[in-house]
């Protein structure tokens, strides 16, 4: 079993920045596929930034030139670095780690959630 700790999120003013962390129980190399997901209120969880099972690193374009998502293996957490952030960023944002399994479909196995408001 995989634990997902998300921290960082908060109240944050327009434009600002905010820093989540997500402390993973294994090694952060091991999963597939490891990143940051978000659902605002009444909408669906869609992907913000990820590590993929091909080995590249994906940004949804809303996101693109103001996130940047890392991996530290001292600490063994997936960090995202949110800056200029607006109104529209306001959700809650979510850890995954993704894992193929042999039938070629992949396990996904989810934090909590930590809760960002962009507001003045």
């Known amino acids: 079993q995989v634990q997902l700790v998300e921290s960082g999120g908060g109240l944050v003013q327009p434009g600002n920045s905010l820093r989540l962390s997500c402390a993973v129980s294994?090694?952060?190399?091991?999963?597939?596929?490891l990143g940051w997901y978000r659902q605002a209120p009444g909408k669906e969880r869609e992907l913000v930034a990820g590590?993929?099972?091909?080995?590249?690193?994906d940004y949804a374009d809303f996101v693109k030139g103001r996130f940047t998502i890392s991996r530290d293996s001292k600490k063994n957490t997936v960090d995202l670095q949110m800056n200029d952030l607006a109104p529209e960023d306001t959700a809650t944002y979510y850890c995954?780690?993704?894992?193929?399994?042999?039938?070629?479909?992949?396990?996904?196995?989810w934090g909590q959630g930590t809760l960002v408001t962009v507001s003045s």
């Open positions: 995954n780690a993704g894992f193929l399994t042999v039938r070629g479909d992949i396990t996904n196995y």
């Open positions: 294994i090694n952060i190399f091991s999963p597939d596929a």
């Open positions: 590590f993929t099972v091909s080995g590249s690193t």
